[in-house]
């Protein structure tokens, strides 16, 4: 009862202090907003029993969709349900969603993480030298380390995303406030609360604002549940904020089009990594062409932890590709390795 409690508590803090913030625009009440989310996440995820019941105990969902060979199922905006969602995921293991965020969002979110990567640049050229961050609250609230947070942020995990033109979304207090306003205003929490049959949070570590350059290699194939625990449950939502895939001169994903219900042996068959998949294993293990969508700006792609997919490479694609990746759980059900960040 007490931790229930706690978890209370937590919940009307972040809800206070997001009307506080909505209230004075003020950089420290973001800042501080930020921050709660994160704390608020660990105490509810820790308290907090299946509210609304464990969606995979229900019958199959009826099959609403025939994608061609190669293809995914791909529908507009209007027609994302929590049924057309569950129908995809459990019988093909993604859906495309047409016209997610409007152009003119799109090209707002890659201007802010344009300006992200250059406040994190300033932020690290004062570590090098030395300096404190004397950086002005403007830019902190565009890139800011949790304070306190114990190597929150620290890490080869965080290395890695930077050697691919990513930055954590909770790193950037603005930017993520605005993606979590347009997700309410899409909708997005109560698609989640009847897929999950629980309340959503967001992972720390998986949420993530992209700016990649076209690759020198192929990619490494990989599903998102090599780095997590058993028994979880996931859905991302990885939006294209710049128009990118098959037909373009910008990278977008390649998938194994079809619904996979556990983790594929990662690391043999001449993988360069112990979490990655080759892409000898990917041609012996699953017949049928792969998936290689066209994104414009703005059209989104929902997939689970268990979705085997690459970033796409060709030699026609010699331009970035901008993306947001939101990676939610229901909070009873969290990998335990990701940090809860509570909507």
Same mark, same amino acid.
């Given at each position: ?70 293809? #995914? ?105 605005? #993606? ?18 629980? $309340?959503? =949070? ?38 294209? #904020?710049?128009? =990118? ?70 030699? $026609? ?27």
């Amino acid at each position: 009862m007490a931790a229930i409690r706690a978890a209370e508590a937590a919940a009307d803090k972040v809800a206070a202090l997001a009307g506080t913030w909505r209230q004075t625009g003020a950089a420290g009440d973001l800042l501080r907003l930020r921050d709660e989310r994160i704390r608020a996440g660990a105490v509810v995820d820790a308290a907090l029993d299946t509210a609304w019941g464990d969606r995979h105990a229900e019958p199959a969902p009826p099959d609403l969709f025939r994608p061609a060979p190669g293809e #995914l199922p791909d529908i507009a905006l209007s027609a994302l349900t929590p049924d057309t969602l569950a129908s995809a995921m459990h019988h093909h293991g993604a859906l495309i969603v047409r016209g997610f965020f409007t152009p003119r969002a799109a090209l707002d979110f890659r201007t802010d993480i344009d300006a992200v990567q250059a406040a994190l640049q300033g932020y690290l050229d004062a570590r090098a030298e030395g300096r404190e961050d004397d950086r002005p609250t403007s830019q902190k609230t565009l890139f800011q380390p949790v304070p306190k947070s114990g190597g929150l942020h620290k890490g080869a995990a965080t290395a890695f995303l930077g050697m691919s033109g990513a930055v954590g979304t909770m790193l950037s207090p603005l930017v993520s406030q605005r #993606l979590l306003d347009r997700f309410e205003t899409l909708g997005l929490r109560g698609l989640l609360q009847g897929y999950f049959r629980d $309340e959503p =949070c967001l992972s720390f570590y998986k949420s993530v604002l992209r700016r990649a350059e076209p690759l020198q290699h192929p990619a490494e194939w990989h599903q998102d549940g090599a780095f997590m625990d058993a028994g979880i449950d996931s859905l991302n939502l990885w939006v294209a #904020l710049s128009t =990118c895939g098959a037909g373009t001169d910008s990278p977008g994903m390649d998938l194994v089009p079809q619904r996979l219900r556990h983790i594929v042996q990662p690391g043999t068959n001449g993988a360069l990594f112990k979490w990655s998949v080759s892409g000898a294993t990917v041609a012996e293990d699953f017949a049928g062409p792969l998936a290689r969508p066209r994104f414009e700006a703005g059209d989104a792609l929902f997939f689970d932890h268990f979705n085997l997919h690459a970033t796409s490479s060709a030699p $026609e694609f010699t331009r970035a590709r901008y993306a947001i990746e939101t990676w939610f759980f229901p909070k009873s059900r969290c990998a335990v390795n990701q940090i809860p960040v509570l909507w």
